[in-house]
């Protein structure tokens, strides 16, 4: 998506340790007008597929699934971190490993609103190891729900996470691609 790829190249500021920062109009500062290109485009990508529910994880991906959500017509539902145990039995949940912050946390969906009748998009903003789709994908699996795919906005592909979900037979749909970065000669993508 050329748009997006622009405004990377233009605002992402590359960071230390593969990060690269986009908070000034992606997840922090958000860019609306942006995100309804990005939303149409996924919306573009996964017509016909029967989403009937998004999934995203708290807190960068709820923005962009909200926008996304409004081309599909259909209902959010964000994966809740939790530091504490949750009661077994009303929840599905899943441990994820934190890239941005290095470490460990469950991630929680409430059994009320994900179950067989539900084919699910899941939505992020980034997508680097793979630790947080695999996650949510996990969730859908417990549920019953069909998992049509992922919808990504920036993917790392220089790290594993893009072939790890996608030798487990998940589509994803990466709307930019950085194939390389670093501080000095910016960014590339593939
Ligand atoms: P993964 O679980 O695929 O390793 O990482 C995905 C999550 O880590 C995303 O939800 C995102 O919040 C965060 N993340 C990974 N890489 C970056 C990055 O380069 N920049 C920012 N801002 N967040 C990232």
């Known amino acids: 998506?050329?748009?997006?790829?622009?405004?990377?190249?233009?605002?992402?500021?590359?960071?230390?340790?593969?990060?690269?920062?986009?908070?000034?109009?992606?997840?922090?500062?958000m860019d609306v007008t942006l995100f309804n290109e990005i939303g149409k485009e996924f919306a573009r990508r996964f017509a016909g597929c029967g989403v009937n529910k998004i999934l995203t994880v708290e807190a960068s991906g709820i923005g962009i699934a909200c926008i996304t959500?409004?081309?599909?017509?259909?209902?959010?539902?964000?994966?809740?971190?939790?530091?504490?145990?949750?009661?077994?039995?009303?929840?599905?949940?899943?441990?994820?490993?934190?890239?941005?912050?290095?470490?460990?946390?469950?991630?929680?969906?409430?059994?009320r609103f994900l179950g067989p009748a539900d084919r699910v998009l899941l939505i992020d903003d980034f997508l680097a190891n793979g630790a947080a789709l695999l996650g949510l994908a996990e969730i859908v699996e417990a549920s019953g729900a069909t998992?049509?795919?992922?919808?990504?906005?920036?993917?790392?592909?220089?790290?594993?996470?893009?072939?790890l979900v996608r030798d487990r037979?998940?589509?994803?749909?990466?709307?930019?691609?950085?194939?390389?970065?670093?501080?000095?000669?910016?960014?590339?993508?593939a």
């Open 69 to 111: 959500a409004q081309h599909f017509n259909v209902p959010v539902v964000f994966a809740k971190k939790s530091k504490t145990k949750n009661i077994a039995g009303e929840v599905y949940t899943s441990r994820v490993v934190s890239y941005t912050h290095g470490r460990e946390y469950d991630i929680m969906v409430s059994k």
């Open 1 to 29: 998506m050329q748009l997006l790829k622009d405004r990377i190249q233009q605002d992402g500021i590359v960071m230390e340790g593969n990060v690269l920062k986009v908070d000034s109009f992606l997840n922090h500062q």
């Open 147 to 163: 998992l049509v795919g992922a919808g990504i906005v920036i993917e790392k592909g220089f790290q594993p996470g893009g072939k």
């Open 169 to 189: 037979g998940i589509r994803v749909e990466s709307l930019a691609v950085i194939a390389s970065m670093d501080e000095k000669n910016g960014i590339t993508f």
